[in-house]
């Protein structure tokens, strides 16, 4: 385990001068970026609202003469603790470098800050007849400097493909406070870097502007919800809708006690007899494809394990859908002190047999395993709901969660299809790459930042995972 030195009054006197952003060491304001959507907390000696690439460098420059950590923030909506301040050190919170800084209309791209919300982009994308297709579920809150550090993906990945897919280019601080610019930003022609900060989850350098690509509007968008009698039949239907080769832009696979808990948080009333499996479809292209392929699909669901379907009518009908979609995290916090999310991808045609798997570990280990996600490319997204201050819960969750992995990884899957490694998965690495790949990542770690400043005790970490904090020191894996 590495360790980092603490920040001393004068460095933190000398890193509040150095911006023309703000920065704060108030207790309150620690407390308010010491965790994200995992409730891993851990207090930052300082934060800082940078306004400026030159904010940011100053910043950084700091930090690599004292070895402070330095942790980039956007939303905090991250899963794996990817920024928690878990040494401590500077947090970076783009709140500030929200601004989209300029629409090429000739090339379709997009110039923004780190701290643009994806939504937001979106919008001003429509204004120029133009739109920016990647989709967190979280789309209204998560920014593009978290989609970049985290590789997101979302529900439009089945078509149009992950945030990396569209970076056009990148302004990123290296370790050392140098400012690297590639791609589009550089105006040159060569290897880009840039794929190698996607995904990267802010341990390699920190993003001070994205260039993304834009497409134009698609002509026509129809919206699909259809009911299953079981999980296991609607992941059927998954398989057989992408096989058909139709246009289908969001494949979303929502299980029984999910949409239960979804439907009463947003109509405040429990739903009567929901089914066992659902799935929200979306077709999006030019209308000639899109309406040869509805009557693909409706054919499929006719044919198929559908007890029923129907289309949206208007953009308000849509809009009703995607709000019980979006607000499944949100209800599903309610639940209980805990909840564990795993964002496990496999192989399309092997959904059928992980939700069968998940099932058996659920009764296994006697926890409520929830299941919702991006079905449409095998991005599953499996919750353990949990009470925290049990401690016979939460060992039995630690079993849980390593034969969930286990189970990804043997079907041809991986452990994260977006939501990265961070400090949660970091000790379950090692069970989907080789020891060649992950001197590999160490290589290029030590290269890019050989003190170990940026964003340390991810993805390459010995710290304990800090929910399994308290248990028995014994192997995470084994049968009940």
Request: proline letters at 6%.
């Amino acid at each position: 385990m590495s360790s980092h030195a603490r920040a001393s009054a004068p460095v933190l006197k000398r890193i509040a001068r150095a911006v023309r952003g703000s920065s704060s060491t108030l207790r309150e304001d620690l407390v308010c970026y010491a965790y994200d959507a995992t409730d891993i907390h851990s207090l930052p000696d300082i934060v800082v609202w940078p306004d400026s690439t030159e904010d940011v460098a100053a910043v950084v420059r700091i930090a690599h003469d004292t070895g402070l950590p330095v942790v980039a923030r956007g939303a905090g909506t991250g899963y794996t603790g990817g920024s928690v301040p878990v040494s401590g050190g500077i947090v970076l919170s783009f709140e500030c470098m929200n601004r989209v800084l300029r629409i090429d209309t000739d090339a379709a791209v997009a110039v923004v800050e780190p701290g643009v919300v994806n939504e937001d982009l979106r919008a001003r994308a429509r204004e120029d007849g133009l739109t920016y297709p990647p989709d967190p579920a979280s789309l209204k809150m998560s920014t593009l400097g978290g989609n970049v550090a985290e590789g997101a993906a979302g529900p439009r990945t089945v078509l149009y493909g992950r945030t990396g897919d569209y970076v056009a280019g990148l302004e990123f601080v290296l370790a050392d406070g140098r400012v690297v610019r590639t791609g589009y930003l550089a105006d040159t022609t060569g290897w880009d870097p840039a794929p190698l900060v996607v995904g990267s989850e802010g341990t390699l350098a920190v993003v001070t502007q994205v260039a993304v690509r834009l497409t134009d509007i698609p002509e026509l968008t129809l919206t699909c919800w259809a009911e299953f009698p079981s999980l296991v039949g609607a992941a059927r239907a998954v398989a057989d809708i992408t096989a058909a080769g139709v246009p289908v832009s969001v494949l979303e696979i929502i299980d029984r006690d999910t949409l239960t808990c979804s439907l009463e948080y947003v109509r405040g009333e429990k739903p009567e007899n929901p089914p066992e499996g659902a799935l929200l479809i979306e077709l999006e292209g030019t209308e000639e494809d899109v309406r040869r392929g509805a009557i693909e699909v409706r054919q499929l669901l006719e044919d198929g394990e559908a007890t029923g379907h129907r289309w949206a009518e208007d953009e308000a009908e849509r809009d009703e859908l995607w709000e019980v979609r979006r607000s499944i995290s949100a209800s599903l916090a309610r639940l209980s002190t805990g909840k564990i999310n795993e964002d496990i991808t496999v192989p399309r045609s092997r959904i059928p047999d992980y939700v069968d798997r998940m099932r058996e570990i659920a009764e296994a280990f006697d926890l409520p395993i929830l299941t919702f996600g991006h079905a449409g490319d095998g991005n599953l997204h499996v919750n353990i709901i949990v009470d925290r201050a049990d401690r016979d819960q939460m060992t039995r969750a630690r079993r849980a969660v390593t034969q969930l992995f286990d189970a990804a990884i043997s079907m041809g899957g991986t452990l994260s299809g977006e939501h990265g490694i961070g400090i949660t998965k970091a000790e379950h690495l090692s069970r989907e790459l080789d020891a060649p790949a992950l001197e590999t990542t160490r290589v290029v770690k030590r290269a890019l930042d050989p003190d170990g400043i940026m964003n340390p005790e991810k993805i390459l970490s010995d710290r304990p995972n800090p929910w399994w904090k308290g248990l028995d020191d014994e192997s995470p894996g084994g049968e009940e």
